[in-house]
């Protein structure tokens, strides 16, 4: 797509219940970001994947949290058993990837704005 | 943990002045980023400079980066009400690994 595309837009949750958050990167980016903006924040890390593999998975908070990539393009980030603390903006990014993560840009979605009731 | 230290963490200035942000980093880096978030959305990249450029222009942006000083710049000039937003620096812990983003400046500019 022209763009990074995140799916919901807002999503309100009871504690307890699991929830999907889904990300649709532009066509041809090969790296794929998650951060977690709390209110008032920076952008946490959580993961990353080049192409479907996570190199590194220390930045997901807990065991709750867990994310897939298939076919190289959409990305789902899934926290199981929600809790109040994961109240939070979720931010997707791609990037080429190519000559490593960092030598152009990050495009952002939009993000997933998550509330824990 | 946070590579880039945004200095201020809130600016507020009258339109048509200049803004100033600063960014500080503690280890080497291969570039350094710069990025606007408006309503606490999605991030938007402004601009980019590597480790061997002193200096870049992008319209009323400039940035700077002092590698001996571990720090980056980030001025807008003549300033307008749509420059409102946040604003953050980011680069890399170490190697090829993602980007860290500081807690960012908070620019209002007033009209």
């Known amino acids: 797509g022209a763009g990074v595309s995140q799916s919901p837009s807002n999503k309100v949750t009871e504690k307890g219940k699991d929830v999907e958050l889904r990300c649709d990167p532009i066509?041809?980016?090969?790296?794929l970001y998650w951060y977690r903006q709390s209110l008032g924040q920076g952008l946490e890390f959580l993961i990353y994947f080049q192409g479907n593999s996570a190199p590194d998975k220390s930045g997901l908070p807990s065991d709750r949290f867990s994310a897939e990539r298939t076919g190289g393009s959409v990305s789902t980030l899934t926290i199981q058993r929600t809790q109040q603390e994961d109240s939070a903006v979720y931010l997707c990014?791609?990037?080429?990837?190519?000559?490593?993560?960092?030598?152009?840009?990050?495009?952002f979605g939009s993000g997933t704005r998550l509330t824990v009731v | 943990s946070q590579q880039g230290e945004e200095d201020p963490q809130a600016l507020s200035i009258q339109e048509g002045e200049n803004a100033t942000m600063n960014c500080s980093y503690k280890t080497s880096i291969n570039n350094l980023q710069w990025y606007r978030q408006n309503s606490g959305r999605g991030l938007v990249h402004l601009i980019l400079?590597?480790?061997?450029?002193r200096e870049k222009h992008s319209g009323r942006l400039r940035v700077t980066l002092d590698t001996s000083k571990k720090s980056s710049s980030l001025l807008i000039t003549a300033s307008r009400a749509a420059d409102t937003a946040s604003y953050f620096c980011a680069t890399v812990l170490s190697g090829n690994t993602p980007l860290v983003f500081g807690k960012g400046t908070r620019l209002s500019v007033i009209a």
């Open positions: 066509s041809g980016h090969t790296a």
């Open positions: 400079i590597r480790s061997n450029e």
């Open positions: 990014a791609s990037s080429p990837g190519l000559r490593g993560l960092n030598s152009h840009g990050y495009t």
